[in-house]
Nanobody, 120 residues
Framework: QVQLVESGGGLVQPGGSLRLSCAAS????????MNWYRQAPGKERELVAT????????????NYADSVKGRFTISRDNAKNMVYLQMSSLKPDDTAVYYC?????????WGQGTQVTVSS
């Protein structure tokens, strides 16, 4: 059974930090690129960050939406089947449900999402 389980969301003040985690199971994690998406109320789902299947150790590159460049960092641990999103300098506009996504030609999987609220 394929599962992607996000955790680490919550309420944070502007300028604060959060680290989201996504635990994967039920598929060959190391063969999938991993992505973080987010969806704010009334808006379309937005791709936030991507990391290739092999991570960055073999020269792979991460990519970020312009709105989060320099503030968010995506990483993965293929030994633990985990992907992370370190978020800093958070803004109210970052408020959204954040989703973990696994993508390959073999298929795509989604987590259930975790709420991030940035508010004073």
């Amino acid at each position: 059974q394929v599962q992607l389980v996000e955790s680490g969301g919550g309420l944070v003040q502007p300028g604060g930090s959060l680290r989201l985690s996504c635990a994967a199971s039920g598929f060959t994690f190391s063969r999938y690129a991993m992505n973080w998406y987010r969806q704010a109320p009334g808006k379309e789902r937005e791709l936030v960050a991507t990391i290739p299947s092999t991570g960055t150790s073999a020269g792979g590159r991460t990519n970020y939406a312009d709105s989060v460049k320099g503030r968010f960092t995506i990483s993965r641990d293929n030994a633990k089947n985990m992907v992370y999103l370190q978020m800093s300098s958070l803004k109210p506009d970052d408020t959204a449900v954040y989703y973990c996504n696994a993508y390959a030609r073999l298929g795509t999987y989604w987590g259930q999402g975790t709420q991030v609220t940035v508010s004073s």
